[in-house]
């Protein structure tokens, strides 16, 4: 088996994956005939190197031999597909992805699948595109396709049908149910990217165990500076999990972040904990030095993608910030619970992170043992010494089993 996993992180065009898989091994030559073979002497491809922001890339540039090309319908584009001497599975998913760009379009302008013209696409170069990344996976013996959080952009885009939004709304409906973010200014995702992206990866999953053979990088046509604009596949074959994996979940998050310099510094703590109360996972700040040297703070917010938009918004709120920047991370965590234990006289939560049916980690609540300590006169450091002897007492230590009597939450 051979496996595959795609970065989207930059954005994802037709274009781009192509140039991609050749890069990391497909023959051109096989690309060509497969296209040729349902559109004989339409278009040509050639292959360049290029840099995108410093970074190597290839290049596939798909041109037409004749300027004046008709927009083809879904039918048509059907027909040329199911006649054309391609490789079964080359010819089922380039059937699968076009069907799936059809039924999004059709529904974007309210008209019948079968009659739907592709015109932002372009019949000549998405054929290309669609057929070629078909082309490539089979000639590359990919069994396997999965795709990380693709990167859609945001901002105005000029089309045959005028001026759109960022997505367009072809990109929105296609891009239903995967995980997405908007990665930069601008189109970053294409239609024709991510109908083959939603169509052919199994599923949105971070990069898998593989046995890396090659990464292939593809250009698209700009070069923004500070961003590559490039897609990435990664090649390989399936790896085992190794005992380091199998001992944590992994959980995809979102981090927020901005830069804050006029905030009275005694609002902080109260900042932090409507953060953590309005459901992030963590929130902290660190020490920055901003521009003409004036002393500021970074804030950031780790939560889970779908609180991110009503995290955003509290940020805004209780904060002076005039803008939060946002990136996605894979977040890898023990899974947890409390116990409790008695220490002088009361029950104090202790908070246990286990895996396998073992304690890796047990730790007395801070909060609780802070109020006894309060209630009944000592040092807070006593009061937890006190706790971490208890739970020691009590066997939660390292390695040992996991008590069946762990609750999700502290008493």
Same mark, same amino acid.
């Given at each position: 088996m051979r496996a595959a996993w795609v970065d989207a992180s930059a954005g994802i065009a037709g274009d781009m994956l192509l140039a991609a898989l050749v890069d990391g091994g497909a023959a051109l030559g096989t690309v060509r005939a497969a296209v040729e073979a349902v559109v004989p002497g339409e278009v040509r491809?050639?292959?360049?190197?290029?840099?995108?922001?410093?970074?190597?890339?290839?290049?596939?540039?798909?041109?037409?031999?004749?300027?004046?090309?008709?927009?083809?319908?879904?039918?048509?584009?059907?027909?040329?597909?199911?006649?054309?001497?391609?490789?079964?599975?080359?010819?089922?998913?380039?059937?699968?992805?076009?069907?799936?760009?059809?039924?999004?379009?059709?529904?974007?302008?309210?008209?019948?699948?079968?009659?739907?013209?592709?015109?932002?696409?372009?019949?000549?170069?998405?054929?290309?595109?669609?057929?070629?990344?078909?082309?490539?996976?089979?000639?590359?013996?990919?069994?396997?396709l999965t795709a990380g959080p693709a990167a859609l952009g945001f901002g105005r885009v000029t089309t045959a049908h005028g001026e759109l939004p960022v997505p367009a709304p072809a990109v929105a409906e296609l891009a239903a149910e995967w995980q997405v973010f908007a990665g930069g200014e601008g189109e970053l995702a294409t239609p024709t990217g991510m109908a +083959?992206?939603?169509?052919?990866?199994?599923?949105?999953?971070?990069?898998?165990?593989?046995? +890396?053979?090659?990464?292939?990088?593809?250009?698209?046509?700009?070069?923004?500076?500070?961003?590559?604009?490039?897609?990435?596949?990664?090649?390989?074959?399936?790896?085992?999990?190794?005992?380091?994996?199998?001992?944590?979940?992994?959980?995809?998050?979102?981090?927020?972040?901005?830069?804050?310099?006029?905030?009275?510094?005694?609002?902080?703590?109260?900042?932090?904990?409507? +953060?953590?109360?309005?459901?992030?996972?963590?929130?902290?700040?660190?020490?920055?030095?901003?521009?003409?040297?004036?002393?500021?703070?970074?804030?950031?917010?780790?939560?889970?993608?779908?609180?991110?938009q009503p995290l955003r918004d509290a940020v805004f709120r209780l904060t002076t910030t005039l803008g939060v920047r946002e990136r996605p991370v894979r977040k890898t965590e023990l899974q947890r619970g409390w116990t409790l234990v008695d220490v002088l006289g009361s029950r104090l939560p202790v908070k246990v992170g286990h895996r396998g049916g073992r304690i890796l980690q047990a730790t007395p609540e801070f909060g609780p043992a802070a109020a006894l300590a309060a209630r009944l006169g000592l040092p807070v450091h006593v009061v937890l010494a006190a706790a971490g002897t208890a739970a020691h007492q009590a066997g939660l230590t390292s390695s040992a089993p996991t008590p069946r009597t762990l609750t999700p939450e502290p008493a």
């Amino acid at each position: 088996m051979r496996a595959a996993w795609v970065d989207a992180s930059a954005g994802i065009a037709g274009d781009m994956l192509l140039a991609a898989l050749v890069d990391g091994g497909a023959a051109l030559g096989t690309v060509r005939a497969a296209v040729e073979a349902v559109v004989p002497g339409e278009v040509r491809l050639d292959r360049t190197q290029v840099t995108r922001a410093g970074m190597r890339a290839t290049r596939i540039h798909v041109t037409p031999s004749d300027d004046d090309h008709a927009h083809r319908t879904w039918r048509e584009v059907r027909r040329l597909i199911e006649a054309a001497p391609l490789a079964d599975p080359v010819r089922a998913s380039a059937l699968a992805v076009f069907g799936r760009l059809a039924v999004a379009e059709a529904h974007v302008h309210g008209t019948g699948t079968d009659e739907v013209h592709f015109h932002e696409v372009g019949a000549w170069d998405s054929i290309a595109d669609v057929v070629g990344v078909c082309a490539a996976l089979h000639d590359l013996a990919v069994t396997e396709l999965t795709a990380g959080p693709a990167a859609l952009g945001f901002g105005r885009v000029t089309t045959a049908h005028g001026e759109l939004p960022v997505p367009a709304p072809a990109v929105a409906e296609l891009a239903a149910e995967w995980q997405v973010f908007a990665g930069g200014e601008g189109e970053l995702a294409t239609p024709t990217g991510m109908a +083959l992206l939603t169509t052919l990866a199994r599923e949105c999953a971070p990069l898998p165990p593989l046995r +890396l053979e090659r990464t292939g990088i593809g250009a698209g046509s700009r070069d923004t500076p500070g961003r590559p604009n490039v897609t990435r596949v990664f090649l390989g074959t399936p790896a085992p999990a190794t005992p380091l994996d199998s001992a944590f979940d992994a959980c995809e998050a979102v981090v927020l972040e901005t830069n804050i310099d006029d905030l009275d510094p005694r609002a902080w703590p109260s900042v932090l904990a409507s +953060l953590m109360e309005a459901g992030a996972s963590d929130a902290w700040l660190t020490p920055i030095l901003m521009k003409k040297g004036r002393p500021a703070h970074t804030l950031s917010v780790l939560c889970p993608p779908q609180d991110a938009q009503p995290l955003r918004d509290a940020v805004f709120r209780l904060t002076t910030t005039l803008g939060v920047r946002e990136r996605p991370v894979r977040k890898t965590e023990l899974q947890r619970g409390w116990t409790l234990v008695d220490v002088l006289g009361s029950r104090l939560p202790v908070k246990v992170g286990h895996r396998g049916g073992r304690i890796l980690q047990a730790t007395p609540e801070f909060g609780p043992a802070a109020a006894l300590a309060a209630r009944l006169g000592l040092p807070v450091h006593v009061v937890l010494a006190a706790a971490g002897t208890a739970a020691h007492q009590a066997g939660l230590t390292s390695s040992a089993p996991t008590p069946r009597t762990l609750t999700p939450e502290p008493a």
